[in-house]
């Protein structure tokens, strides 16, 4: 037998190629926001705001990631074309000793656990006004704002940033770089201040994650948990969600101290859950890297 080395069949991008995806981003803005206008000129005469706030709001964030998927898929089909290189898929689970059901629960919990290690920080910056509008509106539009916000972007924004990006990374520089830099991609990508942090520390969580896992639906549904989980406080309490989560605190307890109290608690449950998951999950990890395919020489096949 022998093996033989050439191009990995699917898009692998490096650290250069991965920004020229996040990059994508901004043309695709714009011809979003160019597609919205002329949808409201031709329906209702003027630039109003109804397609941004309610029914096209699916629409405005399809066109949004249009570009940079696009992207994706036109250097998936060129690279694809030589079939000597076994495919570093997408999803190839492996969860080593725990349950994935148990290890959604776990995810469940690291991620409200992370948000309030963070909150004190987050706190600093103030709420956009898109986001309040968003939040005022979310009950008179909440099938548009739950399946955008809550269906549409975990699924695609994992199967870019982790799928696509740290998937390349792994495959051609570390895991280290992998994690750390698809973060920072995640983050930019959210275009706005308030998010970013936040987008950050996720990012980090769920590049190791998929890492570990080489499973993309588990990232999925922690994406899915932490944006439904959010819009559904804003839907059953929307006079709180306007408000910080220390402001949230104060008014729940009348005491401050809570609030550093769920902060401590946060950090030390977001460090022991990591720490088990480092024991409980696969450690050796070779499926994110390229594998030539092995063919039969002329003598082995005689």
């Keep these: 037998m022998k093996s033989i080395t ?32 002329v949808l409201n000129l031709a329906l209702y005469g003027k630039v109003s705001e109804t397609l941004f706030d309610s029914g096209g709001g699916p629409l405005l964030y399809a066109l949004c990631m249009f ?15 030589n079939p000597l290189v076994a495919p ?8 080593g000793k725990v349950n994935p059901l148990i290890l959604g629960v776990i995810l469940i919990v690291l991620l409200t656990a992370a948000g309030w290690m963070i909150a004190p920080v987050s706190d600093l910056i103030e709420i956009p ?3 309040k509008k968003m ?3 979310i009950r008179t539009d909440t099938f548009s704002i739950f399946l955008t916000t809550a269906f549409m972007a975990p699924v695609i924004e994992e199967f870019l940033c982790r799928g696509v990006l740290a998937r390349g990374l792994y495959a051609t520089s570390s895991p280290t770089s992998g994690i750390v830099w698809s973060a920072i991609m995640f983050s930019v990508m959210h275009l706005n201040l308030y998010q970013m942090l936040s987008a950050f520390v996720i990012g980090l969580l769920f590049a190791w994650i998929y890492y570990r896992t080489h499973s993309i639906w588990i990232v999925i549904f922690g994406h899915f948990m932490v944006n439904a989980s959010s819009l559904t406080m804003a839907y059953i309490y929307p006079e709180y ?17 809570w609030y550093w109290i ?6 030390i449950i977001t460090v022991a859950l990591i720490a ?6 696969p450690k050796n990890i070779t499926s994110f890297t390229p594998q030539p395919v092995i063919i039969a020489s002329k003598e082995n096949r005689l």
């Design 6 to 37: 050439g191009i990995p069949k699917y898009f692998l991008p490096n650290l250069g190629m991965g920004w020229l995806t996040v990059l994508m981003m901004l043309p695709s803005s714009i011809f979003a926001v160019l597609v919205v206008i």
């Design 67 to 81: 570009f940079p998927i696009l992207f994706v898929f036109i250097m998936g089909f060129v690279r694809r074309r």
């Design 88 to 95: 570093v898929k997408i999803n190839q689970p492996h969860f």
């Design 129 to 131: 006004d898109v986001f």
């Design 135 to 137: 939040f005022e509106n």
């Design 241 to 257: 969600s306007l408000m910080s989560s220390k402001e949230y605190i104060i008014h729940e307890t009348g005491n401050v101290v």
């Design 262 to 267: 769920l902060f401590a608690g946060g950090t």
């Design 276 to 281: 088990l998951l480092n024991k409980l999950l």
